[in-house]
């Protein structure tokens, strides 16, 4: 390491998780080597957190993600599962048998051509037909997207997450579920006890294992696990095998999981409603049983069967239809409430954030964002918080209901691309000081008397930072409040313990004891047993008690 935290290692399971992984290594792509101004330090977050140093074949220096993804037959599209990056034209060509051959050659996809027009913008098409990045003076990272030069909209070609993805991966990242179709009406993963058995069966198992020695076996000091798992769908069960086999082979490591819904719910389609219930029930129960922490990620209103409209951002303008739009704003939120194990200075490491969060037994938390951060020219921090004011400043993220009116028990807060000018009050001396806010010396004070005044009874961790969160391109343009040319934004993110899992836990249990599981015995016959659902049920229940409020410690 090159000083910060340890590494961390990230697992990417499921389609939509690979959407969500494909904006958040996107804007950690746009983030190394830029600066927008002067004031910025670019060292506040330490990228060889998640990324790793190789060299090709060739010679060639290369930093890729530290990432193992999982993903169905026929969701890449015109990505390699062996990646381009290492490819060698020549050994490729290399042929020992010299009898006649037979060619059989898949259906090749186009690349997307959105993607393409912002690659060829920024850099150069080399002899061997890989996009080279121009180089710039850390030697990490693409050079920065001129604003004239932004591709037109990708939402009307964006079909899998591979079409918008523009990081180079590592040829060990990539690994498929063949026996499973990504599209189609047979084959597909649907069921909890499916992604369980997928782990199982040797094939898989091993290639999982031999994986995560590969990366492991080359870190200084590993501080954790990071697994982006779709909770709706088979893929729970991927992850909860997953996170088993984590716990087996690095005790003490952190594994922190982040749940992953679609905003939308499948109206008139009941069977679909029902699997999702089920699966993120079974997901949550055994995600948690293996896991740091978990918490749930998602626009949707509600975990449960009763459609919620999504969630509702002040200053965002999104389709909740569209999953290219949903990710990318998880995405922002995950790159902010993540910071405190990235730091290069005094990180958290993902154990200790782990035992802040879930004391007593709370091992699900909960996600919020204010996406981008009010901050309007000429303001300060103690203005801008002072006129966000609330006890629940945050759009909650974890589709467990409207906060207001619950408890936090404990908080990790993070609020990022403030400029270091607008940390504290400007007012002239002798103006009456409109809040307390004003009369803090510094930014971090600040932040922290504003947590302390909203919820006094919480224990809360805050970091301030200068280092905002990039939004180019391929980013959906969302911020048309902001104006045309956006490329970075403030956030204002948190992570939390609160009382809304009481009801929301409970609730799931209650809509589950109201099943027929006759009428769902497919479900069953993906690999689940009868008392494994009694056994659900009353974890649901053990869970949500551990959020009544009035159970915590600070009382």
């Given at each position: 390491?090159?000083g910060?935290?340890?590494e961390?290692?990230?697992?990417?399971?499921g389609?939509?998780?690979?959407?969500?992984?494909?904006?958040?290594?996107?804007?950690?792509?746009?983030?190394?080597?830029?600066?927008?101004?002067?004031?910025?330090?670019?060292?506040?977050?330490?990228?060889?957190?998640?990324?790793r140093?190789?060299?090709?074949?060739?010679?060639?220096?290369?930093?890729t993600?530290?990432?193992?993804?999982?993903?169905?037959?026929?969701s890449?599209?015109?990505?390699?599962?062996?990646?381009?990056?290492?490819?060698?034209?020549?050994?490729?060509?290399?042929?020992?048998?010299?009898?006649?051959?037979?060619?059989?050659?898949?259906?090749v996809?186009?690349?997307?051509?959105?993607?393409?027009?912002?690659?060829?913008?920024?850099?150069?098409?080399?002899?061997?037909?890989?996009w080279?990045?121009?180089?710039?003076?850390?030697?990490?990272?693409?050079?920065?997207?001129t604003t004239a030069?932004?591709?037109?909209?990708?939402?009307?070609s964006?079909?899998?997450?591979?079409?918008?993805?523009?990081v180079?991966?590592?040829?060990?990242?990539?690994?498929?579920?063949?026996?499973?179709?990504?599209?189609?009406?047979t084959?597909?993963?649907?069921?909890?006890?499916?992604?369980?058995?997928?782990?199982?069966?040797p094939r898989?198992?091993?290639e999982l294992?031999?994986?995560?020695?590969?990366?492991?076996?080359?870190?200084?000091?590993?501080?954790?696990?990071?697994?982006?798992?779709?909770?709706?769908?088979?893929?729970s069960?991927v992850?909860?095998?997953?996170?088993e086999?984590?716990?087996?082979?690095?005790?003490g490591?952190g594994?922190?999981?982040?749940?992953l819904?679609?905003?939308?719910?499948?109206?008139?389609e009941?069977?679909?409603n029902?699997?999702r219930?089920l699966?993120?029930a079974?997901g949550?129960?055994h995600?948690?049983?293996y896991s740091s922490?978990?918490c749930?990620?998602?626009?949707g209103?509600?975990?449960?069967?009763r459609?919620?409209?999504?969630?509702?951002?002040?200053?965002?303008?999104?389709?909740?239809?569209?999953?290219?739009?949903?990710?990318?704003?998880?995405?922002?939120?995950?790159?902010?409430v993540?910071?405190?194990?990235?730091?290069r200075?005094?990180?958290?490491?993902?154990?200790h954030l782990?035992?802040?969060?879930?004391?007593?037994?709370?091992?699900?938390?909960?996600?919020?964002?204010?996406?981008?951060?009010?901050?309007?020219?000429?303001?300060?921090?103690?203005d801008?918080?002072?006129?966000?004011?609330?006890?629940?400043?945050?759009?909650?993220?974890?589709?467990c209901?409207?906060?207001?009116?619950?408890?936090?028990?404990?908080?990790?807060?993070?609020?990022?691309?403030?400029?270091?000018?607008?940390h504290?009050?400007?007012?002239?001396?002798?103006?009456?000081?409109?809040?307390?806010?004003?009369?803090?010396t510094?930014?971090?004070?600040?932040?922290?008397?504003y947590?302390?005044?909203?919820?006094?009874?919480?224990?809360?961790?805050?970091?301030l930072?200068?280092t905002?969160?990039?939004?180019?391109?391929p980013?959906?343009y969302?911020?048309?409040?902001?104006?045309?040319?956006v490329?970075?934004?403030?956030?204002?993110?948190?992570?939390?313990?609160s009382s809304?899992?009481h009801?929301?836990?409970?609730?799931?249990?209650?809509?589950?004891?109201k099943?027929?599981?006759?009428?769902?015995?497919?479900?069953?016959?993906?690999g689940?047993?009868?008392?494994?659902?009694e056994?659900?049920?009353?974890?649901?229940?053990?869970?949500a008690?551990?959020?009544?409020?009035?159970?915590?410690?600070?009382?």
């Open positions: 390491m090159a910060g935290a340890g961390v290692l990230t697992l990417q399971l389609h939509f998780a690979g959407f969500v992984g494909a904006h958040w290594w996107n804007q950690q792509d746009a983030a190394l080597g830029r600066a927008t101004s002067a004031q910025e330090s670019l060292g506040e977050l330490c990228p060889d957190v998640l990324y140093t190789g060299q090709t074949l060739h010679g060639q220096e290369t930093y993600p530290r990432l193992i993804l999982m993903d169905l037959k026929g890449l599209n015109s990505l390699k599962e062996e990646s381009g990056l290492y490819w060698d034209k020549q050994l490729d060509a290399a042929v020992a048998w010299h009898g006649k051959l037979t060619t059989h050659k898949e259906e996809y186009p690349k997307n051509p959105h993607l393409q027009d912002l690659l060829s913008a920024e850099g150069v098409r080399s002899s061997d037909g890989f080279r990045v121009k180089s710039i003076p850390n030697g990490k990272g693409p050079p920065p997207v030069e932004i591709p037109k909209p990708l939402e009307s964006v079909r899998v997450w591979s079409d918008f993805l523009r180079h991966l590592h040829p060990r990242s990539i690994c498929m579920i063949q026996k499973y179709n990504h599209d189609g009406e084959g597909r993963l649907e069921a909890f006890g499916q992604g369980e058995s997928v782990l199982k069966e898989y198992l091993e294992e031999d994986r995560l020695h590969f990366y492991v076996e080359e870190c200084d000091y590993l501080q954790g696990f990071q697994i982006l798992c779709d909770l709706h769908d088979g893929f069960g992850g909860a095998k997953a996170a086999l984590l716990q087996d082979e690095y005790s490591r594994i922190i999981t982040w749940g819904i679609p905003g939308s719910c499948s109206l008139g009941p069977q679909k029902i699997y219930l699966n993120t079974f949550l129960v995600l948690t049983a922490f978990v749930p990620l998602s626009l209103g509600s975990l449960g069967l459609p919620q409209p999504p969630v509702n951002f002040p200053h965002l303008h999104y389709d909740a239809t569209l999953p290219f739009h949903c990710s990318a704003i998880l995405a922002t939120a995950l790159d902010t993540t910071v405190p194990y990235r730091l200075s005094s990180p958290v490491s993902m154990v782990a035992n802040m969060l879930t004391f007593s037994g709370k091992k699900v938390v909960t996600a919020g964002a204010v996406i981008p951060f009010p901050l309007v020219p000429g303001q300060s921090l103690p801008a918080l002072v006129q966000l004011g609330g006890a629940t400043p945050w759009t909650p993220l974890s589709a209901g409207n906060p207001l009116g619950t408890r936090c028990f404990a908080q990790s807060v993070v609020l990022r691309g403030i400029d270091r000018a607008c504290t009050s400007q007012l002239t001396p002798g103006t009456p000081l409109p809040s307390p806010l004003h009369a803090c510094t930014g971090e004070e600040v932040l922290a008397q947590l302390h005044q909203q919820q006094p009874r919480v224990t809360s961790s805050s970091h930072l200068l905002p969160c990039r939004v180019a391109p980013y959906p969302l911020f048309s409040s902001l104006g045309q040319q490329h970075s934004i403030p956030v204002f993110g948190a992570l939390c313990s809304s899992l009801q929301t836990l409970g609730g799931l249990a209650t809509e589950l004891t099943l027929d599981l006759r009428r769902w015995a497919c479900f069953l016959d993906a689940v047993e009868q008392d494994e659902m056994e659900l049920l009353q974890e649901l229940h053990s869970l008690q551990c959020y009544q409020d009035g159970g915590g410690i600070m009382d």
